[in-house]
């Protein structure tokens, strides 16, 4: 068996480009870059931050990673959700309330397609300890009944999970991450920055001279080489979210198995789509979960239209998301499908022999 996990992603374009912009004269502290790396929420995150509070703001931002993912992180054992997955009663901090407030309200708009209850699943198939395997068909029936009926119970001592199951923060972690960040970038002021938490992109402001990020999307057939590009988003104020099977996989009898679930069939998502990116603007603040949230909402989304697939995607974009969100779906077919807020903002690497189509 082979075990592969190719680091994805969006964005080795984007930081490359970022990188030449702190050329730019130190005399404007807007112009002015600091940057940081680290690994944190098992991804590389780097962080380029502009403006003349940049170096509080980067130190206040790393602090804010970590200190989230010690409590949401399923591998550390002290870990709010490690107690949880334990069977231990748990009274949720505001921010793990939040995050499942928003897993509740995702997992029921996309018809459960996105499930925090997979992690059973996740541990079978060993994607969380990296000891691969095809599970057994038997326990697979057996385990898609356990994440359909997992939910943190709400006790008076607290939330509680039932014996076997057990939650994963993983495709929602990210994006709620990026959306605390909007947040602490508005309270330092910071004029632009370029923030990649693994596949998650915050591209705030612009880049200095006033033109907008430039952010690649991996091509995922091309996923041992991370300059691969299907195509390039020109961005301002704005969250890009990247989930495909790329990403995260392992090999076994000739098959590849990657690390996006189907809720409904215990297997890698199949659903003929290689990678979805969510794009949204990162400046709004509303009133319904959402909007308040679209960091979350480009994460939550980018796995769930990942395992839905491109028409049921686009259907349920159409119906309800049109207004918050748009999308960029490769197919396994050759062809890249942009919904029209990005008609502009979106080229295709015309080397790469995707076909581009633009939807409404
Ligand atoms: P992402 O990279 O955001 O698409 O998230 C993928 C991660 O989310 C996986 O590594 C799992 O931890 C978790 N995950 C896998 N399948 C699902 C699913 N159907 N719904 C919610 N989380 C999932
Ligand atoms: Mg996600």
Not at 75 to 104: F, H, I, K, Q
Not at 147 to 171: N, S
Request: proline share 6%.
């Amino acid at each position: 068996m082979r075990h592969l996990c190719a680091v994805p992603l969006l964005l080795a374009l984007a930081l490359a480009l970022g990188l030449t912009a702190c050329s730019a004269s130190p005399a404007d502290p807007d112009a002015a870059e600091e940057r940081t790396q680290f690994l944190a929420m098992d991804t590389a995150m780097t962080l380029s931050l502009y403006g003349e509070n940049r170096t509080e703001a980067l130190s206040a931002a790393e602090s804010l990673i970590r200190d989230l993912e010690s409590r949401i992180s399923r591998t550390d054992p002290d870990s709010e959700v490690s107690r949880l997955n334990r069977g231990e009663t748990v009274e949720p901090d505001g921010d793990l309330n939040t995050l499942l407030r928003l897993a509740a309200y995702f997992r029921e708009r996309t018809g459960g397609a996105f499930n925090i209850g997979v992690a059973p699943l996740a541990d079978a198939w060993g994607f969380t300890t990296d000891r691969h395997q095809v599970p057994d068909p038997a326990e697979i029936r057996r385990l898609i009944q356990v994440v359909e009926e997992t939910w943190p119970k709400d006790t008076p001592e607290g939330r509680v999970l039932e014996p076997g199951q057990a939650i994963d923060l993983g495709g929602i972690a990210k994006g709620y991450t990026a959306d605390k960040l909007a947040d602490l970038l508005h309270t330092y002021e910071i004029p632009r920055a370029m923030v990649s938490l693994g596949g998650n992109v915050l591209a705030w402001g612009d880049r200095p001279g006033g033109t907008p990020w430039r952010v690649g999307v991996q091509d995922p057939a091309r996923p041992g080489n991370p300059g691969a590009f299907a195509g390039v988003l020109e961005l301002k104020d704005a969250f890009a979210v990247t989930s495909g099977g790329y990403q995260r996989y392992f090999e076994e009898g000739g098959k590849t198995y990657h690390h996006i679930l189907d809720p409904s069939t215990g297997y890698p998502a199949d659903s003929g789509l290689t990678s979805v990116t969510v794009v949204a603007d990162c400046r709004i603040r509303g009133e319904d979960v959402p909007n308040e949230y679209f960091g979350t909402l480009c994460d939550a989304f980018s796995t769930a239209f990942f395992v839905m697939g491109e028409e049921r995607a686009l259907d349920a974009w159409r119906e309800s998301w049109r207004n918050d969100c748009d999308l960029v779906l490769i197919t396994g077919d050759g062809r890249v499908v942009v919904t029209e807020g990005l008609a502009e903002s979106f080229t295709l690497d015309e080397g790469s022999g995707y076909t581009l189509e633009i939807i409404s």
